[in-house]
């Protein structure tokens, strides 16, 4: 079968392209020039000319430029004169001494100076009006000439004006003339056929006709009295064309041109437009371009360069006088940036690092120079200098004076304190008819409390802070004792005097506040009061029954006895102390307790001290700050503001801060950041030189290593609240010794969380929660990586639990035991044994396994173990005094007659903390 594809035929295809019909446009290049002499060939479009119908479009005129003036520069400022120095001042001892008097040649010596000193100060201040008058003189003079200049420019410009007026006017009478002149032209030749049909020629040609040639002047004569006859050149011109007209184009590339001689000696004058066409804009030319293509129909506008030009031009030379030097007085801070300081004193930052090369340093613009370098370099540029301090952003943040007649009373602070399980928090609960006690771990406090009770009596608060009575929380107590305005010792009068108790006493005498004694649990069978007043006397506190000030109650919390006693007492110290202040300002206040709560965030138990705290004020903690989100009462209410003497939680922290803060409201966000960012960075470079000081360089480290061989217990601790927080790491820090300490690897308030874990990982430690939990992810990892945690309720038993922990890392203790005495009597050597020596036990017993000495001459040649005890041919585990026996060494045959082999047992024997 043949086959019928021809491989030289070609396939007929369609193309894929879309036919389309474009309009015909003609392109052109045109050579686009740039400066510097550079150009580039440009492909442009070129259109159809639209023309313009007999009854064309107006044209509207361009607007004219705006006129750009320049405004007159300001006169210089005259110079600062300088203080007239005045006489020294006398000086006096500190001491009180009397001086001796002056000589008569000290005292002329020194009415002389004084003279000359008057004299030098007359000439200055003489030079000093002098300088003035001419300053003054010289800037008239420049304020003329600038009047002068302005009035000029104004002339100039009305000229101007009057001159662009009266042209319009010119050419507006000349095209009405023209036209009516060419009417007439057109009426005398229709008038006179036989001059027009032998004028007639074809057309396109140039050859003007006699009669049309004179008709035409004629014509403007007799037909306008009165208006200006036509030039010979713009009568030749018009008879050019059929009927005398000129084309529009002539026209418009024409336009109103000067009247200029060429060649021929002729003078040429501009053609007239039609009277039916109003006076266009000129037609720009110049070299066709790309942008002036694009942009044809665009006016024009004066450049950026061509206006500096113009007003370089008019100020003259008042741009080259020098300017006045600013003298600045230049805030300077500890640490400063050379940008910085550059830019507060208005200098040029080279001229800063141009100074600090001629002394021999250098530095980039970005480099940080100190307080004293910034000033040599601010004095030398001639300004002058304030220096401030980092610290300067806390002044006027507290203790800020109120006025006498804005202050009124407020409710006192009472702190309660006393030694643990004495019922100071029975004694809270039965004044605000609470129960507290049944939620407190182990029926201790070991969180401080702020409340509010109110006396049935006088119906006045009294706010009451609870301090926990462990001897971990002496920092609490001391906090309650420094924010307090009178103190409540409770004492049991069935235990008496404590520790604590003896503790409080101190931190009421060093806040310097009065104490209230409250002796509790008087209902108890072996309660003995009179036992309680006379042990307080040995601690200097003497009661109102002893003769003393300080006043006592006999107070019962369980049978609610003498309360409104105890209650009487406190409101009448209180009026005492007549205590006042002002309401109506920022509120000012100390940090009773913090802690992270998962729902709310950081929590912060504040005690207002002065002022008013609201809702949506910015306030300040410590490192912390925030806007105050919500305030919650003692009683869980939600409340809009605190005076003075409420205690509150306070919503709205970035972080919890630490317990015994001090809490002030600011007015920005601003200050704010600067104040917690000054002292969380005092807080690093503590932290840091805190532990560059206990540590010390690495030679240090492994010195200390090799001598002391300290061993440390990693932990990570995670509180419920920042006081037991405190109180937790200061009891582990006491628990440390030369051999062994408590590592904290990390502290902090909330739940145990993941990276909680991750760190104990990486440092094989254990993780302790008080009140607190680990949440699901974290309890998962822990178990999964085998980290240990430990959850506690009650601060003792934890310290209790980590002291057993590090007692573990401790050496234990090696004691040897004194067994007995053998004297070597005689050597045996038996095959496959090697050496034997036969003794007999002088005291003691011997023991086989013991720990054995071999001495010589009383000297001990050899310390090992008996590795063979034999009694005859028996083997045996111990032989008595007096009896003989035979003993072999581990690794040891250089046995001699008349040694003295000792035994003894070696005990190891735990130590603990």
């Known amino acids: 079968m043949a086959d019928k594809n021809t491989p030289g035929d070609k396939k007929l295809s369609v193309p894929s392209k879309t036919l389309t019909l474009k309009p015909r446009v003609e392109t052109g290049t045109v050579r686009q020039s740039f400066p510097h002499g550079r150009t580039k060939q440009v492909v442009v479009e070129k259109r159809g000319k639209r023309r313009v119908g007999a009854d064309g479009a107006e044209i509207a005129h361009p607007a004219p430029e705006p006129a750009v003036t320049s405004k007159p520069a300001p006169p210089p400022k005259a110079a600062p004169q300088r203080p007239s120095g005045g006489a020294p001042s ?43 008058r001419r300053r003054a003189i010289r800037e008239s003079e420049e304020k003329a000439e600038r009047e002068a200049a302005e009035a000029r420019r104004k002339a100039e410009e009305e000229r101007h004006r009057h001159d662009e007026e009266a042209r319009r006017k010119a050419e507006l009478e000349a095209k009405k003339r023209f036209g009516e002149a060419e009417a007439a032209a057109r009426s005398a030749a229709a008038a006179a056929p036989a001059t027009a049909s032998a004028t007639a020629t074809p057309q396109g040609t140039r050859a003007p006709a006699p009669a049309a040639r004179t008709a035409t002047p004629a014509a403007r004569t007799t037909s306008t009295p009165g208006a200006r006859p036509a030039t010979p050149a713009r009568t030749a011109v018009a008879a050019g064309r059929p009927g005398g007209a000129v084309p529009a184009e002539a026209e418009e590339d024409e336009g109103p041109r000067q009247v200029r001689r060429g060649p021929g000696g002729g003078m040429r004058a501009p053609a007239a437009p039609k009277t039916t066409h109003k006076p266009g804009p000129q037609k720009e030319r ?48 500890e640490a400063i940036t050379i940008q910085e300081l550059a830019n507060r004193m208005s200098e040029r930052a080279v001229d800063v690092i141009r100074l600090l090369m001629k002394q021999g340093a250098m530095h980039k613009i970005t480099d940080v120079i100190d307080a004293d370098t910034a000033q040599l370099i601010a004095e030398e540029l001639g300004h002058t200098v304030k220096r401030v301090a980092a610290s300067d952003v806390e002044e006027g943040l507290f203790d800020v004076v109120d006025d006498s007649t804005d202050t009124e009373p407020r409710s006192p602070v009472v702190t309660v304190m006393g030694h643990v399980d004495h019922g100071k928090t029975s004694l809270l609960d039965a004044l605000r008819h609470a129960n507290v006690v049944s939620g407190e771990a182990g029926g201790i406090t070991q969180h401080i409390g702020a409340y509010q009770v109110t006396s049935p009596e006088s119906g006045k608060k009294i706010t009451f802070i609870d301090t926990p009575g462990h001897a971990a929380f002496t920092a609490m107590r001391a906090r309650g004792a420094k924010v307090t305005d009178i103190v409540v010792l409770v004492v049991a009068a069935d ?18 506040v009065p104490i209230i004694v409250a002796i509790n649990k008087i209902d108890k069978p072996e309660a003995r009061p009179e036992r309680v007043r006379t042990e307080l006397l040995q601690y200097e506190v003497q009661v109102e029954s002893l003769g003393g000030e300080v006043v006592d109650v006999e107070v ?20 005492l102390l007549d205590l006042k202040t002002n309401s109506q300002r920022p509120a000012e206040g100390t940090v009773i307790e913090a802690k992270l709560d998962r729902g709310r965030g950081p929590v912060a138990t504040v005690l207002v001290q002065r002022g008013t705290l609201q809702v949506g004020d910015i306030v300040v903690a410590g490192a912390e700050m925030g806007r105050v989100r919500a305030l919650i009462s003692d009683q869980g209410e939600t409340v809009e503001d605190a005076g003075p003497s409420v205690p509150v939680e306070v919503l709205g922290f970035n972080g919890p801060p630490e317990a015994g803060d001090r809490l002030a409201v ?69 628990l440390g010794t030369d051999e062994v300490a408590a590592r904290i690897l990390h502290a902090g308030v909330g739940g145990i969380s993941e990276s909680d874990v991750t760190l104990a990982e990486g440092f094989n430690a254990a993780i302790i929660g008080f009140s607190v939990r680990a949440n699901k992810e974290a309890a998962a990892s822990a178990k999964r990586n085998g980290i240990e945690i430990r959850y506690y309720n009650i601060i003792y038993d934890l310290v209790d639990d980590v002291k057993k922990a590090m007692s573990g890392l401790l050496a234990p203790t090696l004691r040897e035991t004194m067994l007995g005495n053998a004297q070597i009597l005689e050597i045996f050597n038996i095959s ?40 005859f041919k028996d083997e045996v585990k111990e032989v008595l005094a007096g009896q003989e026996c035979g003993m072999a060494f581990e690794n040891y045959h250089d046995m001699r007659v008349g040694d003295v082999i000792e035994c003894y047992r070696v005990e190891t024997i735990q130590r603990s903390l």
Do not use: W
């Open 90 to 132: 006398q000086s006096r001892n500190a001491s009180g001494v009397v001086l001796r008097t002056l000589t008569e040649d000290e005292h002329a010596a020194r009415l002389s100076a004084l003279a000359d000193a008057r004299v030098r100060e007359v000439e200055e201040r003489r030079h000093a009006e002098e300088e003035a």
């Open 286 to 333: 110049g070299r066709l371009t790309l942008v002036t293509a694009l942009n044809a129909d665009d006016v024009r506008e004066r450049s950026i360069a061509s206006f500096r030009r113009r007003t370089q031009r008019l100020k003259g030379h008042a741009s080259n006088e020098p300017k006045e030097k600013l003298i600045r007085e230049v805030t300077i801070p």
């Open 495 to 512: 235990d008496g005097v404590m520790p604590q108790t003896v503790e409080a006493i101190n931190h009421a005498k060093a806040a310097r």
């Open 556 to 575: 019962s919390a369980k049978n609610h006895t003498n309360l409104d006693r105890l209650l009487e007492m406190i409101a009448l110290q209180a009026d």
């Open 666 to 734: 600011v007015e920005n966000e601003a200050r704010a950041r600067q104040i917690t960012s000054y002292r969380a960075h005092q807080k690093r470079e503590n932290a840091a030189a805190s532990v560059s000081g206990m540590r010390g360089s690495l030679e240090q480290m492994m010195s200390q290593l090799k001598t002391s061989g300290r061993k440390e217990f990693p932990l990570i601790v995670k509180a419920d609240v920042q006081g037991s927080l405190e109180a937790i790491l200061g009891s582990l820090e006491k």
């Open 832 to 871: 496959k044994v090697g050496k034997v020596a036969g003794c007999r036990v002088t005291d003691g017993t011997v023991e086989r396994g013991a720990n054995v000495r071999l001495i010589r001459d009383n000297v001990v040649v050899h310390e090992g173990k008996l590795s063979t005890l034999k009694r």
